[in-house]
């Protein structure tokens, strides 16, 4: 059995053994695209081997850095969106308690995030909350131009340099950008600021095992040495592209099988709060690499059992055009034994002694059978624990999956043109010089 275990059992259903035999020879297809570098979107692959082909060098200056801010730093204040920002903060909620608040042992810097968003009351929010703590910044951009990103670091590097003058804030900035071009990357050279490469080959929604990823989580205290040891057995664990060998070509081509039956939604959910974020990495990782071409399965997610009591009518009931992906934890970090209570007022003696967890996981047994047996089909990544190792595990097994299953859907799954569309209309809207054309007719619409 491998690492992770990759349970489709329930998928009896929905989907015939003969369907996903019959997938193999698209799957060798698929397989030789991404593999040798035949299909769209080649040059963006580099991710494949990323967990065992990366700069050593770099991965030493990341612990150094991070070793510095801890010391030196009560917040880093990351500051980037999209792939450049999702998979740090999955990566840290996943990781750490629920109720994080610093580095490693409490001394250290809390990693915070701006830039994601161009909500004004979130950046004034998170400057008041830093106040005259010591911080130093984490600006993540390949561009260098991504305007939510560019204009948190405009704020924050004022804030630098006006508390610790030009010299000390160049020694508190660490640019995380493309390794030769762009807007960025002249800037922190020409200010001698501590700088890591994303490299060319690896797009954002791919970089969390880059310094993009690296930087902040090494700062929140985890050992990134077993974040990339995860990855790196994964690597080998998904080579073959026999459907019989590899579960994450099996999960890429199953959820292909149930797309084309109708089930164009896929929820990804968790029992573990600290879990949310994952699943917004995944969103991206899933949705930007999967819906171009006018189609694609739409990402989405659910946590559980909380949204049990939100979602959970919609799901036993509604619209039959969902399929669900649990990722369950096997073994919590923590667990909690139910006490005994005088008078067995809420009737829950019957859990008297009972682990909290064990309840945990007899809701997801009978969710997942409460909802196939309601027309949802569902498969179910199980994953030993919280570890660093493991997320790495997962990382890689996410993301080999999304490649061939891109491929078998036959779109470029390394692209995301349309992220553009709404670029171009912001920029005419707020006068940017180049898109006054632009900025006039779409002003005639509104
Ligand atoms: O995955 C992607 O390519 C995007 O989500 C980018 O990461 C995001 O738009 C940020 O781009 P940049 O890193 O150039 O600021």
Do not use: C
């Not at 099988?257 to 896929?266: D, S, V």
């Not at 008078?343 to 997801?364: C, F, H, I, P, R």
Request: charged share 20%.
């Amino acid at each position: 059995m491998s690492y992770l275990n990759f349970d489709d059992s329930k998928l009896s259903k929905f989907v015939h053994d003969n369907e996903v035999s019959e997938m193999q020879a698209m799957v060798n297809a698929a397989d030789d695209e991404l593999r040798n570098g035949t299909g769209a979107g080649s040059d963006f692959r580099d991710w494949l081997d990323l967990p065992t082909n990366y700069d050593q060098a770099e991965f030493a200056r990341i612990k150094t850095a991070a070793q510095k801010i801890n010391q030196d730093s009560k917040y880093l204040v990351t500051i980037g969106i999209g792939g450049s920002y999702l998979g740090a903060q999955m990566a840290l909620d996943f990781l750490h308690n629920n109720f994080y608040t610093s580095g490693e042992d409490q001394t250290g810097a809390k990693v915070v995030f701006a830039g994601n968003s161009l909500s004004s009351t979130y950046l004034s929010q998170l400057i008041e909350m830093i106040g005259d703590d010591d911080f130093s910044i984490n600006i993540i951009s390949k561009s260098g131009t991504t305007t939510e990103p560019a204009v948190a670091f405009r704020v924050f590097k004022e804030i630098l340099i006006n508390k610790y003058g030009e010299d000390e804030a160049n020694k508190r900035i660490y640019a995380t950008t493309d390794a030769n071009k762009g807007a960025l990357k002249q800037e922190a050279d020409a200010n001698n600021w501590e700088s890591f490469i994303i490299p060319d080959g690896v797009g954002g929604r791919f970089s969390v095992l880059t310094a993009v990823g690296l930087l902040p989580i090494a700062t929140s205290g985890v050992d990134i040495d077993q974040l990339m040891k995860g990855a790196a057995d994964a690597q080998h664990e998904y080579v073959s592209a026999d459907l019989t060998k590899n579960e994450a070509y099996r999960y890429a081509a199953l959820r292909n099988i149930l797309y084309r039956k109708g089930f164009t939604t896929e929820l990804l959910e968790n029992y573990e709060p600290n879990m949310r974020s994952f699943s917004e990495w995944w969103k991206q990782l899933m949705g930007e690499s999967e819906g171009k071409d006018q189609k694609g399965i739409y990402p989405s997610s659910a946590n559980f059992t909380t949204d049990l009591h939100s979602l959970g009518q919609y799901i036993q009931e509604g619209l039959r055009n969902l399929f669900e992906t649990v990722v369950k934890v096997d073994k919590p970090t923590e667990d909690v034994n139910i006490p005994y209570a005088e008078g067995n007022l809420d009737g829950l003696e019957y859990l008297q002694g009972k682990s909290l967890d064990w309840v945990n996981t007899k809701a997801y047994e009978g969710v997942v059978l409460a909802h196939t047996d309601g027309g949802v089909p569902v498969m179910t990544v199980h994953i030993p624990d919280q570890s660093a190792y493991t997320l790495g595990y997962l990382i890689y097994f996410f993301e080999i999956a999304v490649g061939i299953s891109g491929y078998l859907n036959g779109i470029n799954p390394f692209n995301q043109p349309g992220v553009e569309a709404y670029k171009t209309n912001m920029f005419g809207l707020l006068g940017k010089p180049g898109y006054e054309e632009i900025g006039k007719q779409l002003n005639d619409r509104i």
